[in-house]
Nanobody, 127 residues
Framework: QLQLVESGGGWVQPGGSLTLSCEFSGLTVDYYAIAWYRQAPQKEREGVSCISAHAITTNYADSVRGRFTISRDMAKTTVYLQMNSLTPEDTGVYYC????????????????????WGQGTQVTVSS
């Protein structure tokens, strides 16, 4: 059973930065796409970014492209989301998700493909 644990959330002022981590265990995730989603209060959960199996490609929502960077460590047990130039609109609970997908291209548009989810970490951006 694959387990995912997020960390790194917190409070930050607008314009600040945070780095989220998603550590996974229980299965080898070489053939898994890993994604970050977020959910703001009273809003639908939305895809933020993903990284494909073997870290071949990445994908970003338009709202975060150029500000967020997803990466995977060489040991392949942790995925990071570096978030810069944060705005209050980035506030929400951030979830890490994994889905078996050997494709070199990932997407967050098909949420149902991600069968494993973490518990989430809160990110609050305010002054």
């Amino acid at each position: 059973q694959l387990q995912l644990v997020e960390s790194g959330g917190g409070w930050v002022q607008p314009g600040g930065s945070l780095t989220l981590s998603c550590e996974f265990s229980g299965l080898t995730v070489d053939y898994y796409a890993i994604a970050w989603y977020r959910q703001a209060p009273q809003k639908e959960r939305e895809g933020v970014s993903c990284i494909s199996a073997h870290a071949i490609t990445t994908n970003y929502a338009d709202s975060v492209r150029g500000r967020f960077t997803i990466s995977r460590d060489m040991a392949k047990t942790t995925v990071y989301l570096q978030m810069n130039s944060l705005t209050p609109e980035d506030t929400g609970v951030y979830y890490c998700a994994a889905g078996w997908d050997p494709s070199p291209i990932c997407t967050t548009a098909e949420k149902q493909k991600y069968h494993y989810w973490g518990q989430g970490t809160q990110v609050t951006v305010s002054s």
